[in-house]
Nanobody, 127 residues
Framework: QLQLAESGGGLVQSGGSLRLSCVASGFTLDRGAIAWFRQVPGKELEGVSCISSRNGNSNYKDSVKGRFTISRDAAKRTVSLEMNGLKPEDTAVYYC????????????????????WGQGTQVTVSS
């Protein structure tokens, strides 16, 4: 059974940095994709970044390009999201999600394509 555990959230001042990690257990993520989504209460879930397990291709939400970097370890069991230059509008609960099989060359930030989700970690950026 695939389980995802996020960590690394917290409170940071505007312009600061955080590194989120997502550890997968019970499944080898070698043919799918892993993504980070975020949600603010009362607003829709939005995709932040994703990475293909097979080729490492990544995709980012426009507003985080150049500030956030997604990466995966060699064993493909941990995916990290390095967040720099954080802004108050980045405040949200961040979720790690897995798409087990990816046939496309690149992943997409479409939540309905991801079947497994973590519990989320809170990121709060103060102004």
């Amino acid at each position: 059974q695939l389980q995802l555990a996020e960590s690394g959230g917290g409170l940071v001042q505007s312009g600061g940095s955080l590194r989120l990690s997502c550890v997968a257990s019970g499944f080898t993520l070698d043919r799918g994709a892993i993504a980070w989504f975020r949600q603010v209460p009362g607003k829709e879930l939005e995709g932040v970044s994703c990475i293909s397990s097979r080729n490492g291709n990544s995709n980012y939400k426009d507003s985080v390009k150049g500030r956030f970097t997604i990466s995966r370890d060699a064993a493909k069991r941990t995916v990290s999201l390095e967040m720099n230059g954080l802004k108050p509008e980045d405040t949200a609960v961040y979720y790690c999600a897995v798409r087990r099989l990816l046939s496309d060359p690149a992943c997409a930030l479409m939540s309905q394509r991801y079947t497994d989700w973590g519990q989320g970690t809170q990121v709060t950026v103060s102004s």
